[in-house]
Nanobody
Framework: QVQLVESGGGSVQTGGSLKLSCAASGRTFSIYAMGWFRQAPGKERDFVATITWSGGSTYYADSVKGRFTISRGNAKNTVYLQMNSLKPEETAVYYC?????????????????WGQGTQVTVTA
């Protein structure tokens, strides 16, 4: 099992930026990809971005392309989500997730382990 801990959430004004972090521990050798998802109140948990554990490939939801960047840290066991030009409708709990299956990308069901989430609030 992989343990994931997110941090970096908070409150920001429209157009502002936040950088989320996700620290992975445990059986990290089993990870194929790491993803970020978000869930607004009363809505489903939606895909935001993913990166292969090797760091070679990234993929983004259309709604965040050009504004969000997913990356791996030098320590290798940390994944980041840099979020720029934030919008009020992006207020949500942001979750980090780890997938073991090769080829995992945007589907929630492909991810095996999840963090507890971090709240991001974008005010108008």
């Amino acid at each position: 099992q992989v343990q994931l801990v997110e941090s970096g959430g908070g409150s920001v004004q429209t157009g502002g930026s936040l950088k989320l972090s996700c620290a992975a521990s445990g059986r990290t050798f089993s990870i194929y990809a790491m993803g970020w998802f978000r869930q607004a109140p009363g809505k489903e948990r939606d895909f935001v971005a993913t990166i292969t554990w090797s760091g070679g490939s990234t993929y983004y939801a259309d709604s965040v392309k050009g504004r969000f960047t997913i990356s791996r840290g030098n320590a290798k066991n940390t994944v980041y989500l840099q979020m720029n030009s934030l919008k009020p409708e992006e207020t949500a709990v942001y979750y980090c997730a780890a997938a073991k299956a090769c080829g995992a990308t945007i589907s929630r069901g492909e991810y095996d382990d999840w963090g507890q989430g971090t709240q991001v609030t974008v005010t108008a």
